[in-house]
């Protein structure tokens, strides 16, 4: 397995690859790697020839009152769970290589616009971050130079802006959104996870079992949708929790639900960790 | 768990629990359950209140060639499966309760006549297959009155003849089409992988290889399908497999691939065992 650490040199590895005629998946990562990153490594490989994954934390997704100077690094643990994998090469740029500007100033940066799509949910709640999160993946794009990326659904309204900005950009990739990875008790996978103690992580299964049941309320044929999500926003910040949101949309757009093609949104805090979770309502995949 | 054997007392229950408001979801099993089979339990678990699991071997599906009496019974092994998923009911009907003509001379025996997507493949393989797997399906949906049904993507044609059977027939169940569960080595559970010796469990893998390289190659931008074709054909066939068919087809029609909706089926002995897999193209899910 090839570290790299330089934007010259993966340019440089990705181009002798495309002229070898071989194919690369990639999956962007800030590391703090868990067994969800590591389904999505499983992915990339059955797509291409040739697997990249980048470890990077993005400033430019933090704001100021999000500590980015706190997000876990854990890079040796990181590149051995990837060298396991038989991943080709792992990309970890300084930060200097990606953003040559000074940031915290924002002199001078260019940033990827993001659509109406990113200003709701956790636009709301996180104002630049997905401007961020654009940003750094087309850098990391232009990088590495993939013809597959794949993405966590996790994370489903930065998926869906991932993907918009592809279709608007023109760009020459194809983007797979994998299905959440979850504890045996439903929890989905999350480097915030390790923030609960032991009696909030107990608790934290609350939020995939509130999705499940407002699920097969709205598959029993109950379209009152505010009804629902009135109902379960109760029961969850009955357990202790601070719901942000817990909301019905269509899977596409975000916007008003249509019959075949929702998606339940969840964000909640449990003590002071910010969970996120969504359950398709049509697709069981 | 209640254990319901008679179509009398199963369609009492169903009726009962539509009575009171309460969704049912099905996963229809011929027994000898693994995992890729409880996979399927899990997800009709998140999809309506109640869940019904039968078990049932089908008579009508096998030809006289082919060793009903030996398909393998677990039925204790099963029940206990069952019990500690927290399905609600099993239905085990009796073989005169389902077929109560004559099956092996065929007296007045009415079948659901199956299409033409129904004769390739598997269904040339098999030429009644397919029709007795409808008609069951049908009578067993007629028992258990379900509104959801969960099937594995590993019968893949299958699945395509249940999802036209219920828009043909305008049946008010949705069917569910699950991803294929695997062993570490990537090899399709199965109730026939038992069958295979130690030797040529360790050579079973290759398929789902053979499958992973061909979409590869696929998704580089080769279209000459048949030239992808005979070459896995050969490929197989070198590592001492007697291969069926390995195709390109869309996934929708099984005919002619087209380009964003595309899937891989192969079908080949190993000993004197029958295996299947697919992979979809064009989508990781």
Known sequence: MKVIKTIAAMKVWSDACHTKGESISF??????????????VDT??????????????????????????????TEAQDLQLLESKNVDVVFMPASGEMYPHNINGNKSIEYIDVPELAQQLEGRA?????????????????????????????????????????????????????????????LAKSSRNQFLTTALRQKAPILHQALISARKEILSGNVNYAVIESQFIDFINNNGFGVDYFTIRDAVTLGLPTVHNRVILVAATLGSTRLLDNLRVDSTK
Chains 1, 2 share one sequence.
Do not use: W
Not at 52 to 73: G, H
């Open 126 to 186: 996180r104002p630049d971050h997905f401007r961020g999160v654009a940003t750094i993946v087309k850098k990391l794009f232009d990088c590495v130079l993939p013809d597959h990326a794949v993405f966590g659904e996790k994370d489903f309204q930065q998926l869906l802006i991932v993907k918009n900005m592809v279709a608007v950009l023109g760009l020459n990739v194809i983007i797979h959104g994998e299905k959440i990875i979850r504890d045996e008790d439903g």
């Open 27 to 40: 999956v962007p990562t800030m590391g703090n790697l868990h067994s969800g990153h590591l389904s999505l």
């Open 44 to 73: 990339a490989m059955t797509l291409a020839d040739k697997v990249v994954v980048s470890i990077y934390v993005n400033p430019t997704q933090f704001a100021a009152n999000e500590d980015l100077d706190k997000y876990p690094r």
